[in-house]
């Protein structure tokens, strides 16, 4: 039998191995081939819990919590980020991308020719969509088999997925250093801002750190995170990415020394937000610029106030209700100024914010007219007896001046003129929810702040009043949808021209000193006891609101709207634009040449006259109260004076302390008496008529 020659031998070894080769590597491929088809849509790794965060009306990050599992883990899609960093990623991790199918031959081959020819791994075959498997499941890719499954499921993605759906995985996932995961997560961690617009040295860092998060923190080897930089933008520019220009200035470019703080802006409007939905990212109709300078303004403005004052903003356009701004406490995490609670919401006594409204009321039912005369006296109606704050009158004034000066017996003459119900019932109109003592029906203290409402309630109110007299229906979140579909006519409150009279006449009320006036109306209001101070004022498409006291209700000496809440009203609005827009115009219907006072309502029709309709009654004492413990620090050797006041009754006036005469005169309408010692004392005040009133004191 012939025997075959040496040489035929080995070719049919030589055939038969390579057979065999090719035999397994189709068993291979069949095995792949059944793997990936036994792999549905479902039966891919599920989706990893994200942090839940909530970014303004531009997606710009306000605030976000950790995962359950302590990580920082933010969604982003190839239209969240800088398209330079997309490209640089591609070009060095991935250039056949969009052209492979989860596994890049070519890559392999490359990989496996340059390991041969240096005698150890220079470069790696993963694809883009492999190291995407890779961060799904969580699991190292060293041995065979592990990278076997690794194929299994990047062919996987690529067959269930497309392009887009597998990049934003891996921009969500890849990790970053520490807890950080993510391209939008590390962006704010490392820079501070969000990744849409980077630079090309903070592209290619962000490239460089998910190949080795730990070995390269910029925070802890910031020589390692610079080398991995250069690497890529050398990268990047061979690729022509950039120029030789952009990479020498990007390599000059410093590394981030220290991680930066997750972003809190609006942290009251973010909480209850994430409370309302479960959604995972949300977006609010807030501005982060604005919120940011005026988080810094109120801060900074309370710091003057004292330790444990407060204030709150609001900033809203009143053509689309949107909120821009919120802040709800002068910081936080200040114990002092309970910042904890968001005192935009929080029920107050509003002072004479309300007063505006009740002119409006005035105007739009031919009650007074802007230039009618009023009586700025002392008076009861319908058995209130109101006094203006600084406890004297003006005697007989035009309308327009009562309210400029927020006097307020005017106001409540007006308020009875017009009724309490009514009054009530346009609040509600206009979006309001007054709060009223429980058991109580509303009455004339209203005029002044005798109940309940919110900083919240008053921007919406104010926000009615500069856009003509409808309701503007304040909304918070991009879901609400467009604020021009909740402005039916039918939510109308004030008629158009009534509206327009109001804010002319606020653009009159002179503005604190130093501050810039022009083109804001505005009131001002200070609650009973120092309790609360506001001032809320609106240009032709901003209305702001502002609130200014403790949040646990403790009077402050000295707080008032005019001084304390109103410079920061005026700094607010420099802050949230630099030019303002005009007020609202006229009417079309509006004939300011025919805009005389009709001789009917030449005087206010009110029940107060300057003819004397009441008669006069005799004089009250009404402070202190009858009755009443005054702490004077007499017991303790001080040497302090007891301040009586008065009203009503007629001069000249004759005052008794403990039935001895001590003071007397047509001017006397108050006592500043220096007792002798703690205890009992009884004042007794005598006027021109002889009526007489008396109280009884403690006095300590």
Not at 279 to 308: F, N
Not at 322 to 333: D, F, H, Q
Request: aromatic share 6%; charged share 20%; net charge positive.
């Amino acid at each position: 039998m012939r025997q075959a020659k040496p040489g035929r031998r080995v070719r049919r070894l030589a055939i038969g191995l390579c057979c065999a080769g090719l035999l397994g590597l189709a068993a291979l491929a069949a095995a792949l081939v059944v793997q990936v088809a036994t792999l549905d849509r479902e039966g891919l790794p599920g989706a990893v819990e994200m942090s839940r965060s909530v970014s303004d009306r531009n997606g710009r990050l306000l605030r976000a919590f950790q995962t359950a599992d302590d990580r920082w883990r933010m969604p982003a899609s190839p239209e969240d980020v800088d398209p330079l960093y997309l490209s640089l990623l591609l070009a060095y991790e991935d250039r056949r991308f969009n052209d492979h199918h989860g596994v890049d031959p070519l890559a392999i081959l490359r990989a496996a020719a340059q390991s041969l020819a240096n005698g150890r791994i220079v470069s790696g075959a993963s694809t883009l969509t492999m190291q995407t498997a890779r961060l799904l499941t969580e699991t190292p890719t060293r041995t065979p088999v592990s990278k076997w499954r690794q194929i299994v499921l990047a062919l996987a993605l690529e067959r269930h997925l497309d392009k887009r759906e597998i990049l934003s995985l891996y921009l969500a996932r890849a990790p970053f250093g520490g807890n950080i995961e993510g391209v939008r997560a590390a962006s704010h961690a490392w820079f501070g801002k969000e990744p849409a617009r980077l630079t090309p040295a903070q592209a290619a860092l962000l490239v460089a750190l998910p190949q080795s998060p730990e070995a390269r923190r910029p925070d802890r080897f910031p020589d390692a995170a610079r080398a991995a930089r250069d690497r890529v933008l050398a990268a990047a520019q061979a690729a022509g990415l950039l120029s030789h220009e952009d990479v020498v200035a990007a390599q000059k470019e410093a590394i981030p020394r220290t991680r930066r703080p997750v972003p809190m802006l609006a942290p009251h409007a973010t909480r209850q937000a994430l409370a309302r939905s479960e959604a995972a990212d949300q977006r609010l109709t807030i501005d982060a610029d604005v919120q940011a300078r005026l988080e810094a303004l109120v801060a900074e403005r309370a710091g003057r106030l004292g330790s444990h004052v407060s204030a709150a903003v609001i900033v809203a356009d009143h053509g689309s209700g949107e909120i821009l701004a919120r802040v709800g406490s002068a910081g936080l995490l200040s114990q002092a100024r309970r910042g904890h609670v968001d005192m935009t919401g929080a029920i107050r006594s509003p002072g004479s914010t309300l007063k505006p409204l009740i002119y409006g009321l005035a105007f739009e039912q031919g009650v007074a007219h802007p230039d009618s005369l009023i009586e700025d006296r002392p008076t009861t109606v319908a058995g209130y007896s109101p006094t203006n704050f600084d406890l004297s009158f003006q005697g007989t004034i035009r309308v327009r001046e009562a309210l400029t000066a927020s006097l307020n017996v005017p106001a409540v003459a007006l308020l009875d003129a017009v009724g309490v119900a009514r009054f009530v019932s346009r609040l509600k109109r206009a979006g309001t929810s007054p709060r009223f003592p429980t058991g109580e029906a509303p009455g004339l203290a209203a005029a002044l702040g005798g109940f309940g409402i919110s900083l919240r309630d008053l921007v919406a109110l104010y926000a009615g009043i500069a856009r003509g007299g409808v309701a503007v229906p304040l909304r918070e979140s991009l879901a609400e949808g467009s604020g021009e579909a909740l402005l039916p006519e039918g939510r109308r409150f004030l008629s158009e021209t009534a509206a327009w009279r109001i804010a002319d006449i606020l653009s009159e009320v002179p503005p604190p000193d130093t501050a810039n006036g022009a083109g804001i109306a505005y009131k001002t209001g200070t609650s009973y006891g120092y309790r609360d101070a506001w001032a809320i004022g609106f240009d032709g498409r901003h209305t702001i609101g502002v609130w200014v006291g403790r949040a646990d209700g403790t009077p402050v000496p000295g707080l008032t709207g005019y001084k304390s809440a109103a410079p920061l009203l005026f700094d607010a609005f420099q802050r949230v634009a630099a030019r303002r827009t005009p007020l609202p115009r006229p009417p079309r219907d509006f004939d300011p040449v025919a805009d005389a006072v009709p001789a009917p309502m030449r005087y206010a029709r009110t029940v107060v006259r300057p003819d004397g309709l009441h008669a006069r009654r005799g004089p009250e004492i009404f402070f202190p109260p009858d009755g009443a413990t005054v702490d004077l620090g007499l017991g303790e050797g001080r040497d302090a004076a007891l301040v009586v006041k008065l009203r009503r009754g007629r001069a000249p006036f004759l005052w008794l302390a403990n039935g001895a005469p001590v003071a007397s005169g047509p001017f006397a309408t108050s006592l500043v008496w220096q007792p002798d010692g703690p205890g009992a004392s009884t004042i007794s005040v005598i006027d021109a008529d002889g009526n007489s009133a008396r109280v009884t004191l403690d006095l300590r």
